[in-house]
Every structure is written in C-alpha cells, then in structure tokens.
C-alpha cells in the first residue's frame, strides 16, 4: 500500500468525501429518480387532462358564461353576436359582465309556506297558528321578541309591520315596502333571485286581504317590469328570555334532513334593556350554506332589511311614523365577465399534492435506515467519518434533491396551465415548500432513529403517506370547512406534520379556485392576515418543529439510536469540559485503581502479559499501538439467564509492525473484544489505549488511524471497487495523485484492478472479490492500527496466497490484530498468536514457542484392519511407556508420543517389524502442529471451566 498519510481528514474534506460519495451513488439510481419524478408529471397532466375534458362539456351545455344573441342593430338585415345580462338566462346571468350592478330591494328571507312556524309538539305554546294553515298555504311569517320591558317590546313589534296596502302611488317608492323572498340565496347580489320572474316574492304587513297580491315594478337592466308579490300576514309572538327564542329557532330549521320536523321563524328580537332612552337590540336569524370559503359562508345573508326594520320601528316610536331610515336598496360591486371552467388542481390537488410531496419521505427514511442495517454508517464512522459532516452532507444531499424535486413540480404545474401554481404567489409557494422540506428531512432523520429494519421503515413510511392524504380528504378538510369547529383543535392536529403540509395547500387551493372563478389573484402576502386563512400558523408550526425535530433527532442518535457506534452518555455535550479537566495519565491511573481482577492459576505466558501491560499504563510507551488493559465485557442475563462473561478482564499490547492473531472457538470472545477495540460496544470495565487515545472517550480520533476488515462484507452494491477506495481514500486525507496513486496500488494489490473490475459494480462481485475489497478498503491511507475478522475467508488458494503477501507487506509499519480459524493463515501472518476460550486468554506467544511449549510429543498414527487394531496398540506401548491414544475410527489409530521417550529410528524399526506380521495400510510420525495445540489448549480450558 502507497504511504500517504496526510494526518487526519479535516471537516471539509470528509464532507467533500460524503458529498463525492453520495452524489456517485445517485447517478447509478438514474432509473429509480426517473420513476419518482415522473409521478408528479403524469399526476399534473392527468388532471390538465381531467380538466379540459370536464371544461369542454360544459361549454357544450352552453350554460357556463354569458348568454349571447344574433342582434340587427343597424336595420339592415344582418345580425351580429351580443353578450349580455338581457340575452342570458337565470344560469347565465352569473358570468355576464356587469360594469354598473342593478340595484335591488333589501328583502327578508321568510319561510316557505310549508315550513312557516305552527303548532308541534315540541315547542307546547298554544299561542302559534294552527297546523291547517299549512294545506291551504296562508299560514303566517312569525316573529319572535323578547327583552327585560314586555310592554316596550311588544309596541315596538306592533308598530313593525304596517298595515293592508295597496300599490305604489305616485309618492312611494319600492322602498317602503318590506318585501321578502323564501328563496335560497347565491354567493352575491348581482341576482335576487327572490326578485326574478319565476320565483315567489312577498310583502310581509299586519294584515292582509284574502287572495290579496301586489304588482311592483322590477328594473331587470334596462327594462322595467311588473312582479307579482303574495302579501303575508306577519304575527308578533312574546318570549320571556332568549334561550326560549333560541329553542325555537333551533330546534325546528332545516337541516338537510327529509325526516325532520320543520318550524321556521322569519326573525327574533332581544330589545334586552331597551327603552325609550335607551336602544339595545340583537337580531336573531337563521340561514342556511351551501359551503364555506376560507371558513366564510358562500351564500349572502338577507340581515339589512330586518336591521333596518327594527331601526325605523324605534324612531318612528320616538318621532312620529313620517320618521324613518329609508334602506332604498342594495348592489353588488362591479365584476367583469366570467365563464365556468373548473379548476381541478385547485379542487381535487390538495389531496394528490400532499402525496407527491410526502412521497419523498420513505426514499429518505429508507436511505438512512439502510446504512444503519447494513452496518454502513458505522463502517465509514471506524474509517474516520465524524457525526458533524455525515449530518451537514446528509442533510444538505436531501435537502438539494428536495428543492430539485419540488422545481421541477412546481414548474411542471405551471407550464401546463394549473392555476394552483399560477395564481399563487410564487414567493409564499417557496417559503412554504421551503419549510416543510426541511421539516419532513429533521422527521426523516428523527423517524430512522426508531427503525433498524429497512423494510419495516419504508412500509411504514409508505403507509404514513397515503393515509395521511386519505384522513386530510376525508377528515380533517372536514373540520377546516366547518366554521364551528374549535381552532385550538385544529392547531393541535396541524401539529402533525402531515396535517400541517395538508392545510397549506388546503389554503392555496381554496385561493387558487376562487382567484380563478372571480378572475382574480390567489394567495398573496396580504392575504395571510384574513380571518380564516391559516398559513400564518402553518409556517410558524413548521418552522418550530424543523428546529425541534432536528435537535431532537441528532440528540436521539447519539444516545439511544443503535448502528451508529458506542451510545454517548445523555450528558454528552458536557463531555468537552470533563476530557480538558482529566488528562491521560490521571484517567489510566484512576483506572488502575478501580480495576481489581482475580487472577487465579493464570498461565505465566499470560501473566507475564499482564505485568507488561501494567508497566506500558504506567510509563506511557509511544511504541505499543494498542494496550489493552483489564477489558471487561458482561451481557446482562435475560429471561432468568445469568449473565454472559464475553471478554474477560483481557490484558495484551501489540507493538508497532507486529501483527497478532487471536485464535478461539466459536463464542470464545473474539468478536466482542474486536467489536470493543473498533467502537461497536462500550467495555463494561476496563480500557483499551490505541495510538494514545482512550477507546472510552476519545473514539473518534481513533477512527481517524484505524482500519477495519469486517467479518461480513460492508459494501454499497452499486458502487465501484475503485469508488469504494476512493471514498475511504478521501476519509484518510488523501488527496490529488496521492489518492489515486493508493487506490491503484490497492487495487493492484488485490487483484481487482486488471479485466474491468476496478469499475464494476461491487454487487456484482463474487463473494472472494467482495472479501479482497474489504481488504483493500482496511489497509488504504496507511492507519496505523488495522482489525481483520478472518480476512481470508472463501478465497481460493491462489487469492488467499496473494492476501498474505499483502498483509505481510502492510504490518511493517503498523499494528494488526487478525482473527481467523485457518492455523495455516495464522503461522504466515502472525508474529504472536492468543488462543481465547470462553472469554480468557489462554496462552500468548509466536508459532514455534506455542508448539513448543505445547507441543512436546510426536503423533503416531496407523490404519490397518479392525482386527489388528489391539496389535497396534501394544507397537504403540512399545515405543512409548506414556503413549496416549486420542483418535480411533474403522482401524485408524492416533497416539502422543512423548518426544524425551521416542527415537525416530526406533519408531520405523517397529513399524517394519509389524509389516511382517499383519497388513499395514498406511502409517505416520508427525510433530504437533498449530492446530494440535489450538485443540489441547481449547480442550484443556473448557474441561478446566466445566470442573471449576
């Protein structure tokens, strides 16, 4: 591997190395990016699509704008197309322009005669007209009046309505009449319906003549005609308090419900404490909405006439009946000329855009989720990764593909015509987007704090989204349309996130579609503070959670999220003032004293370790790379278990250039001490020193010098063997000819940079070619400490053999601790060995002095038939006093022969005798070898722990 070590990687060039490595695995998802931008273009064009079709059909019935005439306005025979309210019929009215509205009489809604007030069983007053007014039509318009003065309430009610009448003479006006309509009224007044040809009208009096109607002339734009109007009887009735008046009124109007009794009121007066002195009166009504617009009623409310009436009815008790505030008419504002076209992004987008924007909450959630599953974000955390720039990266990476997503939208939408984005004013549309895309990336990273499944996380992500949208449509745009519905209620669910996306677009919608039903803008900055428009408390709910939910996310994971390395103490952002306040030497010394291990008939090999490691704590030896000390690993029992000892109280201390090879069963202990030194689990007691930092509290500046094979494979499928490199390179301050010099003697190394491989895909590498970039991956930039878990594992030997000669190459100039369960890989590469069982140390030191020490008899072996086999053993009696027997199967036997008792000569000698006397089919003498002494030592252990 090419020396290039620059020191550790600062924060900007780790970000640089994220950004490089992020923005490389985005152009390899170029089909799953297509697929997630096209949903919101197919989704816009649907409804364009939708929205022509709808439009043209409407425009085919002819009733959607102004009505028009072939006109001959000049006399001569030929005739031009005129627009205008006197071609137009009722349903065409509507859209006609109207520079100068017509000037309509104030009219009183009254009940239908079916519906006006009589006798029922649930109001029990006998003073209310009898049911039978109702089959012949003449029932009354009823009044109701209450307040603290009976006697000045009701001269006020009698006086109210004047008594029978005939038509206008030449002194009166429209005016003085009280006229009233029972029909339905619109959305504004450039039509009264009530005053229309084909509709009833009234004029409500004291008394009327049998079968009595009126003629009033009607100015209908520039002509003038008669309207036939029914007069009706209007009746005063006392209440003694108001919530009498308010039972009544409630309790019998209409609500939409065919099976309901109906009992309507055409008004009621509360004259409180009014007197001649004094006039304080509230007006009771009833009305009823076809819908609502930002929470206010369509439809106008006929209230001026039944103001104005209680008004002139107080003057005229003062002043005599010549006095009088004459309500001459009312008008609407001049509107320009429209025509019915359906907006349906405005109508039905509210909906499908809450699902385009949410859409990119699982593709984030899942992306986070999965470096966590798959053990990534902690492999580039060991390769010198720090927290700060894996957050700023990550978020900065989504929040780009975000505002690209959403440009792209809005763009989209607005090209091909959709009024939702036209309308609006682009500037509230960015600060909106803008805010929630940074709220819903903090809820992604807060969200991936809670999952450790990749799967589980994007099927619950999914399903948040597309409820989301179902419960806004079919809930909570309930409760925004409804102006009695508690708003502190409403704020509380705009809380969730969701709701609060859904309630903004909401409001653009609602905006959008009237802008582009009244020719007019949608949202803009001055709109925010009308009643009833809640984006205001949408961008300050939002804008408090980004910052909460981001806080809350980062805090999250460093103290409980799993897969991102040792979970830091809740505190720990005072960690910075305790490490200035304890140096090294005084954190090593206190641990010495808190560590109190049993030793109890530990080999002196071992012990002997120990003591040296106890001198390296005390004087600080810049040589040793790595100084374990007293390391102690205890998983806590479960389900009535004992505890489970992993690693227990480990002592070792590996120089510089030395490569030291941990050999054990399974469940011996390796991979919780390997799992110890790289920052996966915290020790329960006891430290390790790597490079002179402490693995307790100084992790991350460990990472920046250390390097880690894995004992699976932790690779990004879609990255190159030669992307991977340059990733980690750039993790290690590589930079410019430097890193790509590494990378190609890395992968030169390895095997991996000949054929095409270099720039295929690691997940399509086999199994042996993942295995050798793993490799490749621990040992680029030159760490100084360097873990390999089995390394070797499903080489062939040719790539196994080139494996060990780069491993040989790279512990010269730094410490390499090597797990494996091959003796033969363990004699190449290991300058020391450890055998560990069941959590211990065993024994320590080179290949030959463990053979040696453990190995002082020659194996003797014979095969020959069954029957022979007690012959055998008796050659074997011969040769050795001490022999033991430790295998026999099917005529083959294996002894240990004591070396000091056995002589070579001698043992062929009898093996030639034995040849003449019975058939020998295969024999041999060999030393003890590696793995001999790993199975006396792993034997000897456990036997010792099961009597101990």
Same mark, same amino acid.
């Given at each position: 591997?090419?020396?290039?070590? @620059?020191?550790?990687?600062?924060?900007?060039?780790?970000?640089?190395?994220?950004?490089?490595?992020?923005?490389?695995?985005?152009?390899?998802?170029?089909?799953?990016?297509?697929?997630?931008?096209?949903?919101?273009?197919?989704?816009?064009?649907?409804?364009?699509?939708?929205?022509?079709?709808?439009?043209?059909?409407?425009?085919?019935?002819?009733?959607?704008?102004?009505?028009?005439?072939?006109?001959?306005?000049?006399?001569?025979?030929?005739?031009?197309?005129?627009?205008?309210?006197?071609?137009?019929?009722?349903?065409?009215?509507?859209?006609?322009?109207?520079?100068?509205?017509?000037?309509?009489?104030?009219?009183?809604?009254?009940?239908?005669?079916?519906?006006?007030?009589?006798?029922?069983?649930?109001?029990?007053?006998?003073? /209310?007209?009898?049911?039978?007014?109702?089959?012949?039509?003449?029932?009354?318009?009823?009044?109701?009046?209450?307040?603290?003065?009976?006697?000045?309430?009701?001269?006020?009610?009698?006086?109210?309505?004047?008594?029978?009448?005939?038509?206008?003479?030449?002194?009166?006006?429209?005016?003085?009449?009280?006229?009233?309509?029972?029909?339905?009224?619109?959305?504004?007044?450039?039509?009264?319906?009530?005053?229309?040809?084909?509709?009833?009208?009234?004029?409500?009096?004291?008394?009327?003549?049998?079968?009595?109607?009126?003629?009033?002339?009607?100015?209908?734009?520039?002509?003038?005609?008669?309207?036939?109007?029914?007069?009706?009887?209007?009746?005063?009735?006392?209440?003694?308090?108001? !919530?009498?008046?308010?039972?009544?009124?409630?309790?019998?109007?209409?609500?939409?419900?065919?099976?309901?009794?109906?009992?309507?009121?055409?008004?009621?007066?509360?004259?409180?404490?009014?007197?001649?002195?004094?006039?304080?009166?509230?007006?009771?009504?009833?009305?009823?909405?076809?819908?609502?617009?930002?929470?206010?009623?369509?439809?106008?409310?006929?209230?001026?006439?039944?103001?104005?009436?209680?008004?002139?009815?107080?003057?005229?008790?003062?002043?005599?009946?010549?006095?009088?505030?004459?309500?001459?008419?009312?008008?609407?504002?001049?509107? @320009?000329?429209?025509?019915?076209?359906?907006?349906?992004?405005?109508?039905?987008?509210?909906?499908?855009?809450?699902?385009?924007?949410?859409?990119?909450?699982?593709?984030?959630?899942?992306?986070?989720?999965?470096?966590?599953?798959?053990?990534?974000?902690?492999?580039?955390?060991?390769?010198?990764?720090?927290?700060?720039?894996?957050?700023?990266?990550?978020?900065?990476?989504?929040?780009?593909?975000?505002?690209?997503?959403?440009?792209?939208?809005?763009?989209?939408?607005?090209?091909?015509?959709?009024?939702?984005?036209?309308?609006?004013?682009?500037?509230?549309?960015?600060?909106?987007?803008?805010?929630?895309?940074?709220?819903?990336?903090?809820?992604?990273?807060?969200?991936?704090?809670?999952?450790?499944?990749?799967?589980?996380?994007?099927?619950?992500?999914?399903?948040?989204? /597309?409820?989301?949208?179902?419960?806004?449509?079919?809930?909570?745009?309930?409760?925004?349309?409804?102006?009695?519905?508690?708003?502190?209620?409403?704020?509380?669910?705009?809380?969730?996130?969701?709701?609060?996306?859904?309630?903004?677009?909401?409001?653009?919608?609602?905006?959008?579609?009237?802008?582009?039903?009244?020719?007019?803008?949608?949202?803009?900055?001055?709109?925010?503070?009308?009643?009833?428009?809640?984006?205001?408390?949408?961008?300050?709910?939002?804008?408090?959670?980004?910052?909460?939910?981001?806080?809350?996310?980062?805090?999250?994971?460093?103290?409980?999220?799993?897969?991102?390395?040792?979970?830091?103490?809740?505190?720990?952002?005072?960690?910075?003032?305790?490490?200035?306040?304890?140096?090294?030497?005084?954190?090593?010394?206190?641990?010495?004293?808190?560590?109190?291990?049993?030793?109890?008939?530990?080999?002196?090999?071992?012990?002997?370790?120990?003591?040296?490691?106890?001198?390296?704590?005390?004087?600080?030896?810049?040589?040793?790379?790595?100084?374990?000390?007293?390391?102690?690993?205890?998983?806590?029992?479960?389900?009535?278990?004992?505890?489970?000892?992993?690693?227990?109280?480990?002592?070792?201390?590996?120089?510089?250039?030395?490569?030291?090879?941990?050999?054990?069963?399974?469940?011996?202990?390796?991979?919780?001490?390997?799992?110890?030194?790289?920052?996966?689990?915290?020790?329960?007691?006891?430290?390790?020193?790597?490079?002179?930092?402490?693995?307790?509290?100084?992790?991350?500046?460990?990472?920046?010098?250390?390097?880690?094979?894995?004992?699976?494979?932790?690779?990004?499928?879609?990255?190159?063997?030669?992307? @991977?490199?340059?990733?980690?390179?750039?993790?290690?301050?590589?930079?410019?000819?430097?890193?790509?010099?590494?990378?190609?003697?890395?992968?030169? !190394?390895?095997?991996? /940079?000949?054929?095409?491989?270099?720039?295929?895909?690691?997940?399509?590498?086999?199994?042996?070619?993942?295995?050798?970039?793993?490799?490749?991956?621990?040992?680029?930039?030159?760490?100084?400490?360097?873990?390999?878990?089995?390394?070797?594992?499903?080489?062939?030997?040719?790539?196994?053999?080139?494996?060990?000669?780069?491993?040989?190459?790279?512990?010269?100039?730094?410490?390499?601790?090597?797990?494996? @369960?091959?003796?033969?890989?363990?004699?190449?590469?290991?300058?020391?060995?450890?055998?560990?069982?069941?959590?211990?140390?065993?024994?320590?030191?080179?290949?030959?002095?463990?053979?040696?020490?453990?190995?002082?008899?020659?194996?003797?072996?014979?095969?020959?038939?069954?029957?022979?086999?007690?012959?055998?053993?008796?050659?074997?009696?011969?040769?050795?006093?001490?022999?033991?027997?430790?295998?026999?199967?099917?005529?083959?036997?294996?002894?240990?022969?004591?070396?000091?008792?056995?002589?070579?000569?001698?043992?062929?000698?009898?093996?030639?005798?034995?040849?003449?006397? /019975?058939?020998?089919?295969?024999?041999?003498?060999?030393?003890?070898?590696?793995?001999?002494?790993?199975?006396?030592?792993?034997?000897?252990?456990?036997?010792?722990?099961?009597?101990?």
């Amino acid at each position: 591997m090419a020396d290039a070590s @620059h020191g550790p990687a600062s924060f900007g060039t780790q970000a640089d190395a994220l950004l490089r490595k992020n923005l490389t695995f985005q152009r390899r998802n170029t089909k799953t990016n297509l697929c997630l931008i096209l949903f919101p273009f197919l989704l816009c064009s649907l409804l364009i699509i939708l929205q022509t079709v709808v439009n043209g059909l409407i425009e085919k019935e002819g009733g959607s704008k102004c009505g028009c005439a072939c006109v001959d306005k000049d006399g001569d025979g030929r005739c031009e197309t005129v627009c205008g309210l006197e071609y137009s019929t009722v349903d065409q009215a509507f859209f006609c322009p109207i520079p100068s509205p017509q000037e309509w009489p104030a009219l009183l809604q009254v009940p239908a005669p079916g519906s006006r007030a009589v006798k029922v069983d649930f109001l029990p007053s006998n003073d /209310f007209p009898n049911p039978s007014c109702r089959r012949t039509g003449s029932c009354p318009v009823t009044l109701l009046i209450t307040g603290n003065n009976q006697s000045f309430g009701q001269s006020l009610a009698r006086r109210m309505f004047p008594s029978s009448r005939g038509s206008l003479s030449g002194g009166d006006s429209i005016a003085d009449f009280i006229l009233g309509s029972d029909t339905e009224t619109d959305n504004n007044v450039v039509i009264e319906p009530g005053l229309l040809p084909d509709y009833p009208a009234y004029i409500i009096q004291s008394q009327c003549k049998q079968n009595s109607s009126f003629s009033v002339p009607i100015q209908l734009a520039s002509n003038t005609v008669q309207k036939e109007i029914i007069c009706v009887r209007a009746i005063s009735l006392w209440r003694n308090s108001s !919530s009498e008046i308010n039972k009544a009124m409630h309790e019998g109007y209409w609500k939409g419900n065919p099976e309901r009794e109906v009992n309507e009121f055409v008004t009621a007066y509360d004259f409180s404490n009014s007197n001649r002195m004094n006039f304080n009166v509230s007006v009771w009504y009833n009305s009823t909405f076809r819908g609502f617009i930002n929470s206010q009623p369509m439809n106008v409310v006929r209230v001026p006439r039944s103001v104005n009436l209680v008004s002139n009815t107080f003057l005229q008790l003062l002043k005599g009946p010549g006095t009088k505030i004459l309500l001459d008419f009312i008008k609407e504002m001049p509107k @320009h000329g429209s025509q019915l076209r359906l907006d349906f992004s405005s109508l039905i987008g509210t909906l499908f855009f809450t699902w385009v924007i949410l859409l990119l909450f699982p593709v984030m959630l899942g992306s986070l989720v999965y470096e966590k599953q798959q053990n990534l974000r902690i492999m580039m955390k060991m390769h010198g990764l720090g927290d700060g720039p894996y957050w700023m990266i990550s978020y900065a990476y989504f929040l780009s593909l975000s505002i690209i997503y959403m440009f792209c939208f809005v763009v989209f939408g607005s090209v091909i015509g959709l009024n939702f984005f036209l309308l609006n004013s682009y500037s509230i549309q960015f600060v909106f987007y803008f805010i929630f895309l940074n709220l819903q990336i903090s809820l992604a990273f807060l969200a991936s704090a809670m999952f450790s499944d990749f799967k589980s996380a994007t099927v619950v992500a999914y399903i948040s989204v /597309f409820g989301t949208g179902l419960l806004g449509a079919f809930l909570f745009q309930f409760f925004l349309q409804d102006p009695t519905f508690p708003k502190q209620w409403i704020i509380f669910m705009e809380l969730y996130p969701g709701f609060a996306l859904y309630r903004g677009l909401f409001e653009f919608g609602q905006y959008a579609f009237n802008g582009s039903f009244m020719g007019a803008k949608g949202m803009t900055w001055e709109n925010l503070n009308e009643q009833g428009n809640g984006m205001k408390e949408v961008f300050l709910i939002m804008s408090l959670e980004w910052v909460i939910f981001l806080v809350s996310a980062y805090y999250i994971d460093q103290v409980i999220s799993p897969g991102t390395g040792i979970r830091r103490s809740p505190l720990f952002f005072l960690e910075t003032l305790r490490r200035k306040t304890s140096s090294l030497p005084k954190r090593l010394s206190s641990l010495r004293q808190e560590s109190k291990v049993s030793v109890e008939a530990e080999k002196a090999d071992v012990e002997q370790e120990r003591e040296k490691v106890e001198h390296l704590i005390s004087d600080s030896d810049p040589n040793h790379s790595i100084i374990a000390y007293e390391l102690k690993k205890v998983y806590p029992g479960r389900d009535g278990n004992p505890d489970k000892f992993a690693v227990r109280g480990l002592s070792l201390a590996i120089p510089k250039g030395e490569c030291f090879g941990m050999l054990g069963p399974n469940g011996a202990g390796k991979t919780s001490f390997i799992n110890m030194m790289i920052g996966l689990t915290k020790p329960t007691s006891g430290t390790a020193i790597v490079q002179e930092l402490d693995i307790r509290t100084q992790m991350d500046l460990i990472y920046t010098s250390m390097g880690v094979c894995p004992q699976h494979d932790l690779l990004w499928e879609t990255l190159t063997g030669k992307e @991977h490199l340059l990733f980690y390179g750039r993790l290690k301050n590589l930079k410019g000819s430097d890193l790509h010099q590494a990378v190609e003697d890395s992968l030169k !190394s390895v095997n991996l /940079f000949n054929g095409g491989v270099k720039d295929k895909q690691a997940g399509k590498y086999s199994g042996g070619m993942k295995r050798r970039l793993s490799v490749a991956i621990s040992l680029i930039g030159n760490p100084k400490v360097v873990y390999m878990d089995e390394p070797s594992t499903g080489l062939d030997p040719a790539s196994r053999n080139n494996l060990w000669n780069v491993v040989k190459q790279a512990k010269r100039d730094r410490a390499i601790i090597l797990t494996t @369960h091959s003796m033969e890989e363990a004699e190449v590469l290991c300058d020391r060995l450890g055998i560990f069982v069941d959590g211990s140390l065993q024994c320590i030191g080179n290949p030959k002095e463990l053979k040696a020490r453990f190995g002082g008899s020659y194996i003797f072996t014979m095969t020959t038939a069954p029957d022979h086999e007690d012959e055998v053993e008796r050659l074997a009696r011969s040769l050795s006093p001490n022999a033991t027997k430790v295998y026999q199967i099917s005529g083959t036997q294996k002894f240990e022969l004591p070396k000091h008792e056995v002589r070579i000569a001698d043992v062929f000698r009898a093996v030639g005798n034995a040849k003449s006397k /019975f058939t020998v089919q295969a024999w041999g003498i060999t030393d003890t070898t590696l793995e001999d002494v790993f199975i006396k030592v792993a034997r000897g252990a456990q036997a010792f722990n099961v009597f101990a």
